[in-house]
């Protein structure tokens, strides 16, 4: 197990650097949307890079990791905006979110405004979701982008720190990348565990 994930950390990584920011800001545009993939998996090893091996820079890390999830999360307003909420709430359920979990996400939105979906940019499982409920009531969207980019930024930022900060004190892993990606991969594990109870189960 521990040489498939040290192959596995290595050609994520390697996959990483040569993807560039433009990667970056592709998963996390991804990950702003349905697909389940954790921002942690994304943002932490690219600032780890910055921090140790000067392929990327911290400030560019954490502006196409923003940006990225700026374009899912405003891809995901205009899908529900077109689709409006007869289609939603019907077809929901076949991709995990059940009825109640929109009505509830909706009354957030209509509720909280542009404040609701900047927290929710900070709160897992919510935070793929909250473009649906505000495409669906119609929110502004020049408040609804502003308040992802804020959101986004501020995320972005926490997990970018959270890496450099391992980079900086590479004791915490005793000198090595792949106890960093162990790391990672297990707080992404724990957070898709999160993402099933809370929208399988729920």
């Known amino acids: 197990m521990a040489g498939y994930l040290h192959q596995f950390s290595d050609w994520y990584l390697s996959v990483l650097g040569a993807g560039g920011y433009g990667l970056i800001a592709a998963l996390m545009a991804l990950e702003s949307t349905l697909v389940p993939l954790p921002s942690e998996l994304i943002v932490p090893p690219a600032a780890y890079m910055a921090q140790v091996g000067g392929q990327f820079s911290l400030a560019g890390v954490v502006v196409a990791g923003t940006l990225g999830s700026w374009l899912g999360a ?96 590479p004791e915490l892993l005793a000198g090595s990348l792949h106890r960093f990606m ?21």
């Open 74 to 169: 405003s891809l995901m307003y205009f899908a529900a905006r077109a689709l409006g909420r007869p289609l939603a709430m019907r077809f929901g359920p076949l991709v995990g979110v059940a009825t109640h979990k929109l009505e509830l996400a909706e009354r957030w939105a209509t509720r909280y405004g542009w404040a609701g979906v900047f927290f929710s940019r900070l709160l897992p499982v919510i935070r793929h979701l909250i473009g649906i409920p505000a495409g669906i009531v119609r929110m502004d969207f020049r408040w609804y982008a502003l308040a992802t980019l804020g959101g986004s930024f501020l995320w972005c930022s926490v997990l970018a720190w959270l890496g450099a900060s391992l980079g900086r004190h």
């Open 182 to 202: 162990w790391l990672v991969m297990a707080c992404a594990a724990i957070l898709a565990a999160l993402y099933y109870w809370v929208v399988k189960r729920a």
